[in-house]
Structures are given as structure tokens and as C-alpha cells.
Nanobody, 121 residues
Framework: QVQLVESGGGLVQAGGSLRLSCAAS????????MGWYRQTPGKQRELVAH???????VYADSVKGRFTISRDNAENTAYLQMNSLKPEDTAVYYC???????????????WGQGTQVIVSS
């Protein structure tokens, strides 16, 4: 059993900052990559940022220069530092991990339950 637990969401004024955390736990053999996605009502879930086990990162154009993804491989934890937040960043943010559990031989996608971020203007 693998779990991803997010924390750090909340309400912030435009221009402010928040830091999201995602801790993966359970029967994990290897985490290949972790990422953050977000979703607003009526829209598809979209990639915000992604980081590989080697530290390579990818960002959505809309967050480049404002958000930073990082991870602690020893703790199986990923972070998303969000600065200069805008009202359009308001969404439910989901943690994702592409990992191999000890029960399987092939990697699979795992998702957290989501954490709400609200940016007021």
C-alpha cells in the first residue's frame, strides 16, 4: 500500500507565498519522478511542475520563475514553493508520484488527495 499525503495549502493574498509538501509512504521500492498538478472546476487537471529522481525539472509556462519544485529522495518527499501567487493559481493541487512499489515490478501513477490553494486579489 502506497500513500501520498499533501499539506501546506490554504488562503493567501495575491503576491504571497505558500509551500506545499507531499510525503510518500508505504511499500515503496523506488520513486522515479514526482510532480504537482492542479485542477479547477470544469477544467482538466494540468501539470504544474515535475521532478525526476535525478533532479531534472519541468514547469508549466504559467508558473516558470515563480514556482520551484524540489524533492528529498531520502524522505520520499516533494515540495512546491509557490511565490508571487496570482488569483489564477487558485486550484486544488495534487501530488503525483511515478513509482514502483514492493508489490509490483512495473511503475505506476499514484495520487494524493489534493490540497486547496486559494489566492485572493
Amino acid at each position: 500500500q502506497v500513500q501520498l499525503v499533501e499539506s501546506g495549502g490554504g488562503l493567501v493574498q495575491a503576491g504571497g507565498s505558500l509551500r506545499l509538501s507531499c510525503a510518500a509512504s508505504g511499500s515503496i521500492f523506488r520513486i522515479n519522478a514526482m510532480g504537482w498538478y492542479r485542477q479547477t472546476p470544469g477544467k482538466q487537471r494540468e501539470l504544474v511542475a515535475h521532478i525526476t529522481s535525478g533532479g531534472s525539472t519541468v514547469y508549466a509556462d504559467s508558473v516558470k520563475g515563480r514556482f520551484t519544485i524540489s524533492r528529498d529522495n531520502a524522505e520520499n518527499t516533494a515540495y512546491l514553493q509557490m511565490n508571487s501567487l496570482k488569483p489564477e493559481d487558485t486550484a486544488v493541487y495534487y501530488c503525483n508520484a511515478w513509482l514502483t512499489s514492493r508489490a509490483t515490478v512495473t511503475p505506476a501513477d499514484y495520487w494524493g488527495q489534493g490540497t486547496q490553494v486559494i489566492v485572493s486579489s
